[in-house]
């Protein structure tokens, strides 16, 4: 008899043990479908995030280049980023791709670096920048000398 109360014990053990097993495993699995779902919503606000993304590069891709054109038709100056803190700008009016100005703008401070065309204006456009320390007289006065080169030479051909 009491042997078969151990075993009758140990039946009834395993049983609820096996009854506990099959009620976690249902938890389990429901708590995977849960993840599951959790995981694909959070695929689809990934992807979602992806095309915003995309369509905000787009837009502000567009909005850049309207902005350099703008830039160009109201300064006179082409302006690219060469290096972390360097600028070219090449003038509208400019005879050659190679007349450029270097800018770099380091700390708050602006400086202009030698380039052969800049080496070849006239001392007196160049003193904007020696004596006045103004980048933006020098490059408004080389803007307007290469107008007026240009416009002399247009006026000259047309005649």
Not at 127 to 136: A, D, I, K, W, Y
Request: with cysteine; net charge positive; proline share 1%.
């Amino acid at each position: 008899t009491k042997s078969l109360e151990r075993i009758a014990e140990n039946v009834r053990r395993r049983a609820e043990a096996e009854a506990s097993m099959l009620l976690r495993e249902r938890e389990m699995k429901t708590e995977l479908e849960m993840w599951k779902g959790e995981a694909e919503r959070m695929r689809g606000d990934v992807m979602e995030g992806a095309k915003r993304l995309n369509r905000l590069k787009e837009v502000f891709k567009v909005k850049v280049s309207e902005f350099r054109e703008a830039c160009y038709r109201m300064t006179g100056y082409k302006i690219e980023l060469v290096d972390g803190d360097k600028y070219r700008l090449r003038p509208m009016y400019a005879g050659s791709e190679k007349d450029e100005v270097l800018i770099q703008f380091h700390h708050g401070q602006l400086s202009v670096l030698a380039t052969e065309f800049v080496q070849r204006l006239d001392k007196s456009v160049s003193g904007l920048l020696t004596e006045f320390h103004s980048v933006p007289a020098f490059l408004a006065q080389i803007t307007l000398d290469l107008f007026n080169q240009t416009t002399m030479q247009t006026v000259t051909a047309a005649r």
